[in-house]
Structure formats: structure tokens, C-alpha cells
């Protein structure tokens, strides 16, 4: 498997506009989860979904800020309109922990860096 | 709100020196991770200890934990400059298994 797969790896875009970034999970995994990263902050969690089912999207800053998974294969993370202070760097990371196998790690991937101007 | 918080921020050692990083957290925990993050790039796992488990060994890598303390200690032994990078503790906290992470440690080793 090719790991976790994130696009774009760089995007900067104007503020106002509206702000896409996509993930492949590894197959077979059945956890997908959504970070952020900035100096500030460090690493937060934005949004997890378990079998393609947002299970908690309180780390979401803004309702500026929305995310999918259509399928077990794909998910997306939208900000519309982005603003300056979004600049940063997003992670998309996932796993798989079901019965017997909790206790595994996250894979991450390479993350985009977003750079609203 | 954080779980874990690594100590020191930063660290700086000479290659072939040992570096210590520590790691506290206030909740009880399923297991706890260590993982790297070289610049610009995404987390590497490095070790996974579970909450009954007190020490692990990978390589130059040795992890303890202890539970009464709520900490755990990341070591790398006979440090090389291709370890430099940050490294983040992440915990996995009651029935969800979400991990966590602190705000990492930098460690930068010279050659």
C-alpha cells in the first residue's frame, strides 16, 4: 500500500475563497482522522470518522470548516470561505482498531500546507 | 485540551550522546505512542506501549511508562544526526482510541 495520501501538498489561495483538501486512508482501514497543525496550537484534532461516520467534529473551529467521507477510500476537508488565520499545516492520518486490535497506530500522511493570503 | 506534554521543548545534543525525552499526561490511558516528524514532513510511528506494559525496545529506541506517575520516557541511544527531528507522544484515552498529542519535542543532533 502506498500509505495515506494527501492532495495538494501545497495551496495557497486568496481569502474568501473556498479551500479543498482531499485524503486517501489506507485500505482496509477503518478510522480516518483530521489534524491540524500550527506552532501555536501544535497538533489538534479536527474531526474523526469511524467506517466513513463523523463520530466527533468538536474540534472543528468553524462551521467554515465542514468534512466528508463519501466512501472508505476518500475524504475531504472543506473551508469556505478561508481566512488567514487557516494557514497551516492539515494531516490526514488512519487506522484501523476494531475487536481484539485497539491498540495500533495512526498512519499518517505527508499533510498540505495551506497558505491563505 | 492536550493530553500529553513532552519535556524538554527542545534538545540538543552531540551525535553518539543519548537523548531522553519525557512525556506527562492526566487522564488514564488505553496505550501511549511515540512518534518522529522530520521537517516538512508527515508523523512517522516509532513505538506503541500499551497501558499494562511498562517498558518496549525497538532498535535504539527504549520506552518506558509508568502509570502511577502518568508518564513515559522516549530514548534514543548513540544519537546520529539523522535523528534529528520532533517527536510527539500521543495517548489513546478511554473507549474511543483517539490519539492525542502533545506539543512535541525538538531534537536537533550535531555531527
Known amino acids: 500500500d502506498a500509505g495515506v495520501i494527501q492532495s495538494p501538498r501545497h495551496e495557497v489561495t486568496e481569502m474568501g475563497q473556498e479551500v479543498t483538501l482531499r485524503c486517501k486512508p489506507i485500505?482496509?482501514?477503518?478510522?480516518l482522522f483530521w489534524y491540524r497543525q500550527t506552532m501555536m496550537r501544535g497538533l489538534e484534532l479536527l474531526i474523526y470518522?469511524?467506517?466513513?461516520?463523523?463520530?466527533?467534529d468538536s474540534g472543528m473551529p468553524e462551521d467554515r470548516f465542514s468534512a466528508k467521507m463519501p466512501n472508505a477510500s476518500f475524504s475531504t476537508l472543506k473551508i469556505q470561505p478561508s481566512e488567514p488565520r487557516d494557514s497551516a499545516v492539515y494531516f490526514c492520518a488512519s487506522r484501523y482498531a476494531r475487536g481484539q486490535y485497539m491498540n495500533t497506530e495512526a498512519f499518517f500522511g505527508q499533510g498540505t500546507r495551506l497558505t491563505v493570503v | 485540551s492536550q493530553q500529553g506534554e513532552e519535556d524538554p521543548q527542545a534538545l540538543s545534543i552531540q551525535e553518539g550522546e543519548n537523548a531522553t525525552m519525557n512525556c506527562s499526561y492526566k487522564t488514564s490511558i488505553n496505550n501511549l505512542q511515540w512518534y518522529r516528524q522530520n521537517s516538512g514532513r508527515g508523523l512517522v510511528h516509532l513505538i506503541l506501549i500499551r497501558s499494562n506494559e511498562r517498558e518496549k525496545h525497538s532498535g535504539r529506541l527504549r520506552v518506558t511508562l509508568d502509570t502511577s506517575k502518568k508518564s513515559s520516557s522516549l530514548l534514543i541511544t548513540a544519537s546520529r544526526a539523522a535523528d534529528t527531528a520532533s517527536y510527539f507522544c500521543a495517548t489513546d484515552t478511554g473507549g474511543s482510541y483517539i490519539p492525542t498529542f502533545g506539543r512535541g519535542t525538538s531534537l536537533i543532533v550535531h555531527p
Open positions: 470518522f469511524n467506517n466513513n461516520v463523523p463520530i466527533d
Open positions: 485500505s482496509g482501514h477503518d478510522y
